[in-house]
C-alpha cells in the first residue's frame, strides 16, 4: 500500500514539474457533505475541512495543470426509523457518521482572463477512517472513490 502512495505522489509531482513555470503552496478550505440511502430517513449536513499541499504547473499561456494532496473530512448526521442490524442500530437513533479521506486530484484550469480560471479534472479519494458513532466502520464503505471536480477560481 505504501508503494501506491508513493506512486501516486512522484506522478503527481513530476507532471507540475513538467511545466515551464511551477507553482507550490498550501490548500485549506471547508466541506459541507451528507449522504443518501434508503436506511436514512431524515440527514442532517455536516461540515468538515480539507488541507493539503497544491502544485500549479504552466502547460500553454493560459493553460495549466494543477495537482492537490489534501486531507479531508466528510461526514452526516443519519436518523434511523427502522432497525438496521449490520449497524446494530435500534429505531429512533441518532447516529454520526465521520470519514477521513487522503485527496488526489489531477485539474486542467483555463485562465481566461488574468484573474478568472476555470477547472475541471479527475479525483481519487482514499479512505482512511470511517467512524459510525462508537465503533470503527471501514467494511461499511468502499476504500477508493472516484469522482469528477470542477470549479472557478477567482
Known sequence: ?????FGILFSMVSLVAMGQQNYFGVKA??????????SAEINDMSFGYHAGITGL????????LQTDILYSTAGAQEFFTE????LAVTPNTNLSVNLSYV????????FTTPELGFFLGPQVN???TSDLGEM?????????D?????????
Open 1 to 5: 500500500m505504501k508503494k501506491i502512495y
Open 29 to 38: 478550505g471547508g466541506t459541507a457533505s451528507m449522504f443518501s440511502g434508503s
Open 57 to 64: 504547473g504552466r502547460l500553454g499561456s493560459s493553460l495549466f
Open 83 to 86: 432497525i438496521d442490524d449490520a
Open 103 to 110: 485527496n488526489f486530484a489531477f485539474q486542467l484550469k483555463y
Open 126 to 128: 482514499l479512505l482512511m
Open 136 to 144: 470503527e466502520a471501514k467494511d461499511f464503505y468502499n476504500p477508493w
Open 146 to 154: 472516484f469522482g469528477i471536480s470542477g470549479g472557478a477560481t477567482y
